[in-house]
């Protein structure tokens, strides 16, 4: 079954200094690996995503994620943290099902704290 | 503007009844998801569409019930089965395989 994994269930860094929040997968075939970010009482919205090609993706508010395929992983990171980027980050996997469906599988989120 | 519209955002059910929490979308998406979100756990998927008049249960299903009776509506009914439903449901819509989903802001349900 495929599963996602997040280490960390919060991450502390200093305004100015760059961020990494971790994540790694188990999937049968080539992963389709998202990264959502969600602030207090809102919904979901999404960061970036990796189906194919550079294994550095680029994403909205200055994130960026690096697919590792050999260490299965796709951690986000961003070079100059805000305090406003202050929020609960979700890895997520695709799952395809029986019939074509297809779902989201979410890991269980980390909290990014960013001091000033 | 296109987006998810979930209603309402707050909703207070008494043990032993139903309530229907409401989705909407003007994206012209065909998937259509719900969600639930509890503290510590992630998202877990209750129901899902792929098509009109057509859904899937999700890993939770029990004690919940949808209907796709039109492509941009996806209702959630938690009737009174579900034993612990006070929870954060979240609403999402893609174009389906490999895309990206987007999601409406949310109901927190409380049971009083």
């Known amino acids: 079954a495929q599963s996602v994994a997040q280490p960390e269930d919060q991450v502390n860094v200093a305004e100015g200094n760059p961020l990494t929040v971790k994540c790694t997968y188990s999937?049968?075939?080539?992963?389709?690996l998202f990264w959502y970010v969600q602030y207090p009482n809102r919904g979901l919205q999404f960061l970036l995503k990796y189906i194919t090609g550079d294994n550095l993706v680029k994403g909205s508010y200055g994130f960026e994620a690096e697919f590792n395929k050999s260490q299965t992983s796709f951690h986000l990171k961003k070079p100059s943290a805000l305090v406003s980027d202050s929020a609960l980050y979700f890895c997520?996997?695709?799952?395809?099902?029986?019939?074509?469906?297809?779902?989201?599988?979410f890991g269980a989120g980390t909290r990014l704290a960013v001091h000033p | 503007d296109g987006g998810i519209t979930q209603s309402p955002k707050y909703l207070f059910r008494k043990e032993g009844q139903n309530v229907t929490l409401s989705c909407e979308q003007n994206l012209n998406h065909d998937a259509m998801y719900w969600y639930r979100q509890d503290p510590g756990q992630g998202l877990r998927l209750i129901y899902y569409s792929q098509i009109v008049n057509d859904f899937q249960k999700g890993d939770i299903a029990e004690g919940y019930s949808v209907s796709r009776e039109k492509k941009e509506s996806f209702p959630l009914t938690v009737t009174s089965a579900q034993k612990n439903p006070t929870a954060f449901y979240l609403c999402a819509s893609n174009m389906g395989r490999g895309t990206e989903a987007f999601f409406g802001q949310g109901t927190r349900l409380t049971v009083v």
């Open positions: 997520a996997v695709r799952d395809i099902l029986a019939g074509g469906y297809n779902k989201l599988i």
């Open positions: 999937v049968s075939g080539n992963p389709y």
